[in-house]
């Protein structure tokens, strides 16, 4: 699934295989910050800003768990999956900001697949 992170500096996009990755990859990325909007086959599909709270009742009406206990799972259970996520965060077009949200993502990757190899 293909999403645009929704931010007022770099026009981003973001691959995912399913909602709930997305939804976590975006709030760890953004610190809940960057809303998310499906393209193509994601059309219809995203996860809202979260700057004045509210992230736990729109991850249980979701996925019927809290941010933290989504959060957990997905570290837990899907963390390829989050990693890759995460890596498949592609600038459109050159221009890019000071946040390189690119940069941040690549660096939060690689944090999920050390983590996987320390509790191996």
């Known amino acids: 699934m293909k999403f645009e992170i929704i931010n007022p500096s770099d026009a981003c996009t973001m691959h995912a295989p399913d909602l709930e990755v997305a939804a976590v990859a975006v709030s760890f990325l953004g610190d809940g910050k960057y809303p998310l909007e499906g393209l193509d086959d994601a059309a219809g599909q995203g996860v809202p800003a979260f ?70």
């Open 51 to 120: 700057l004045f709270g509210g992230h736990d009742e729109w991850f249980s009406s979701k996925f019927g768990m809290s941010f933290q206990d989504t959060a957990e799972h997905v570290l837990n259970h899907r963390n390829e999956e989050l990693a890759t996520t995460l890596d498949s965060v592609t600038l459109r077009g050159t221009r890019t900001s000071m946040n390189d949200i690119g940069g941040r993502a690549r660096a939060l990757a690689q944090a999920v697949r050390r983590k996987v190899s320390s509790n191996a």
